[in-house]
């Protein structure tokens, strides 16, 4: 009986049942190949990328570097140096230069003795040229940056415009002045070396513009010096002079004409030379 209630109470049997498990060797396969799908896709995607592109031009001009050196030809190069020009020879360039001239306006310096030509600069007016003496028709070449260029040479001359040479004695009193009372000190100073002193801006009328200049001289100097402003008025933009008590006015009359007493040497301009300009219209 004790058997048979012990059978009978028995906790039952547990089953142990087998687990199937998936071999890692049996995934891997699996795996790469969608990595190598994903791969390929990734790689459809790419074929239309700016990028690629560009890689796939790069590579087509490789190619063609390679095709010529396999034909035997030296691929294609670019130099920086060849589109600046050769360094000159010192030596020849001063054999070239012939003498120099000035410029009458401000001229344009060309690459070659034609109008079309590139303008590679401009000389400003009273600069100063090399010349080589060679002419091509209404041209002259000029030393230009130590290379020969060409300008016109009816824009060239032998001599020093007026008025464009600093003064000697310095350009201190120029301060303020227009541009052609500038003309007319530098052209007088030139002229005239002896005459040394001037007055320039002062506190009232056209002395106070700039538009004026005082040349100091009381002996018969003086005459010479206005017949020469008289002579180059159109070149200096003079308006009109006063010496020695009268006014040459030539807008108005060519001839001089007497003004009434102002009361001293000074006032009458007995002791200088009055010159009126009309600031920046002197002729060229």
Not at 36 to 43: I, K, L, Q, S
Not at 46 to 54: E, F, N, V, W, Y
Request: hydrophobic content about 40%; some cysteine.
């Amino acid at each position: 009986m004790a058997d048979q209630r012990h059978s009978k109470h028995a906790a039952p049997r547990t089953i142990r049942r087998k687990r199937r498990t998936v071999s890692t060797w049996a995934v891997l396969p699996t795996v790469g190949m969608l990595t190598v799908a994903g791969a390929a896709g990734a790689a459809v995607f790419h074929d239309s990328h700016p990028i690629k592109a560009a890689a796939a031009g790069a590579s087509q001009q490789k190619d063609l570097f390679a095709a010529s050196a396999s034909r035997g030809q030296a691929p294609a190069a670019v130099s920086r140096s060849a589109e600046r020009p050769p360094v000159p020879n010192v030596a020849a360039v001063e054999e070239k230069i012939e003498g120099l001239r000035y410029a009458t306006t401000d001229i344009q310096v060309h690459a070659d003795a034609k109008s079309g030509s590139p303008v590679l600069a401009t000389v400003p007016y009273g600069e100063s040229v090399d010349i080589t003496g060679e002419t091509n028709g209404k041209w002259a070449q000029i030393m230009h940056n130590d290379l020969p260029r060409w300008v016109e040479a009816a824009s060239i001359s032998a001599e020093e415009p007026l008025g464009t040479a600093p003064c000697a004695t310095g350009s201190g009193m120029e301060k303020g002045l227009q541009p052609d009372t500038i003309k007319v000190h530098r052209a007088i100073c030139a002229k005239f070396p002896s005459i040394v002193s001037y007055g320039g801006i002062a506190g009232r009328g056209e002395h106070a513009t700039g538009h004026a200049i005082d040349i100091m001289i009381s002996s018969d100097l003086g005459n010479e010096v206005a017949a020469y402003l008289q002579e180059h008025r159109a070149e200096l933009g003079v308006e009109y002079l006063i010496w020695r008590q009268r006014i040459w006015r030539p807008a108005t009359s060519n001839s001089w004409r007497g003004m009434s007493d102002r009361g001293g040497a000074t006032a009458n301009h007995m002791d200088h030379v009055h010159v009126t300009t009309y600031g920046n219209s002197a002729t060229r």
